[in-house]
């Protein structure tokens, strides 16, 4: 544990997992985003073979916890390149500080004195950059990581990103209201569409408990295996930490997955779960053979209105899809912010020479949307290149999916669901 004195502010810094549980009470009373719960945090610590350490920076006031920043040093490969394609992956010590991580007072002063002692950090040799993970672009902690450190050491282009989020209005009917015209013409299309070629074969299962873990990870599974985001190395993974988290949130309550069926055929999955007042989309996917029918959006329909339908003790007052943008949030959303991903390097060769790399990528990355996005092809191209990484993904034998032919055709041989329908409206 290392502790450094100011006049006002001291800082401690907790490596270890023993010092992070003296500081369990006052990180509970603080955490309000289950990235930066302290269980969550722990668990990924002792999961993830990359991570070396903890690195949690607690601000005193007047010998009083006043703010937490929650990090850890991990050894990994950072990725630099256009959007989806990768063109150096250079490994570096990394300084990872948690999405919604800060916790406390988040002070312009507390911000600027956090990121002077994560500087001092990289300047000591403990790692070779400094990332915050997406902190909105209003707050003083952004500013202090963008323009506090020197001209060599700072970052020149934070990756900005839209996030929002749906407060819910009450009633179901209420949301649809809100929505565009198009939006439910496109909606009513679907369900029509789907109801025409799979008459009484559809169904939604919920997930929540326990002993339906195991039923839920192999039908998510058999489906996130033929999205494109199992192509690009993203998306759902039944790995142990994904195991870890579901059980910790059936346990606790709080676990929230949907598969939507055709069917013995999963289809479509969304899984996340609800965090105090907010319910957290972590996992959502389809089956690419049926983008017709819009089976994901289906699905998130049926999620906003279990959420509205929610009895006291489980009520949701907002739905966060989580990071990252995409059509299908916007449509959704009624809060929106920006956020961005802001690094810090350290004042050393190799630093240094991440961030002239960095800097190079990031900029052609940026010169190349605005290109595009001018054009009017930006939302095409990035298609084009999911479409691709299906391919290549669907051109592995032993990854073909279950089933061929036509889009009606189901397989014979898929086991037989227990019946607990729920339809889609």
């Avoid at 023993?18 to 603080?30: D, G, K, P």
């Avoid at 959303?333 to 810090?344: A, F, R, S």
């Avoid at 949307?369 to 990035?382: D, F, R, S, W, Y």
């Avoid at 592995?396 to 409206?425: D, F, K, M, T, W």
Wanted: positive net charge; contains cysteine; glycine residues 6%.
């Amino acid at each position: 544990m290392d502790r450094r004195q100011g006049s006002r502010l001291t800082l401690q810094i907790s490596r270890s997992i023993s010092e992070i549980e003296e500081l369990r009470e006052i990180w509970t009373a603080w955490q309000s985003h289950p990235t930066s719960d302290i269980d969550h945090f722990l668990s990924i610590v002792r999961l993830r073979p990359e991570i070396e350490r903890p690195h949690v920076m607690v601000i005193y006031r007047d010998g009083r916890p006043d703010s937490i920043l929650v990090g850890r040093l991990e050894r990994k490969r950072i990725c630099l390149g256009l959007t989806y394609l990768k063109l150096l992956q250079p490994e570096a010590r990394v300084l990872c500080f948690t999405y919604e991580g800060f916790l406390g007072n988040q002070s312009a002063e507390n911000s600027a004195y956090a990121t002077r002692e994560i500087v001092r950090c990289l300047s000591s040799g403990e790692a070779d950059v400094a990332r915050l993970e997406f902190v909105k672009t209003d707050s003083p902690l952004f500013e202090a990581a963008k323009s506090s450190p020197g001209i060599l050491c700072r970052d020149h282009f934070p990756s900005i990103q839209l996030h929002g989020s749906l407060r819910l209005p009450g009633r179901f009917e209420d949301f649809l209201t809100g929505l565009s015209r198009k939006e439910r013409h496109n909606l009513r299309r679907y369900e029509t569409r789907l109801k025409a070629d799979f008459a009484g074969e559809m169904r939604i299962e919920c997930f929540r408990q326990k002993s339906q873990i195991e039923d839920l990870i192999r039908d998510t599974e058999a489906v996130a295996r033929r999205t494109y985001q199992r192509g690009l190395g993203v998306g759902f993974h039944d790995s142990l930490e994904t195991r870890s988290w579901l059980s910790a949130a059936a346990e606790s309550g709080t676990l929230r997955g949907c598969i939507l069926y055709l069917g013995n055929l999963p289809c479509a999955f969304m899984i996340g779960n609800r965090y105090q007042q907010t319910l957290h989309g972590a996992f959502m996917g389809y089956d690419p053979q049926f983008t017709d029918y819009s089976l994901g959006s289906l699905l998130l329909m049926h999620w906003i209105r279990e959420a509205c339908d929610q009895d006291r003790e489980q009520e949701v007052s907002e739905i966060d899809l989580g990071l990252g943008d995409a059509r299908y949030k916007r449509t959704i959303y009624n809060h929106t912010w920006q956020e961005g991903l802001v690094c810090i390097f350290a004042p050393t060769f190799k630093g240094l020479r991440l961030n002239f790399q960095r800097t190079v990528t990031q900029l052609i990355d940026e010169f190349a949307k605005k290109l595009l996005q001018t054009a009017g092809i930006l939302e095409k191209v990035k298609k084009v290149w999911r479409s691709r990484a299906l391919a290549d993904l669907t051109a592995c034998p032993s990854r073909q999916p279950a089933r061929e032919g036509s889009r009606r055709s189901l397989p014979i041989n898929a086991r037989e669901y227990p019946v607990g329908q729920i339809p889609v409206r």
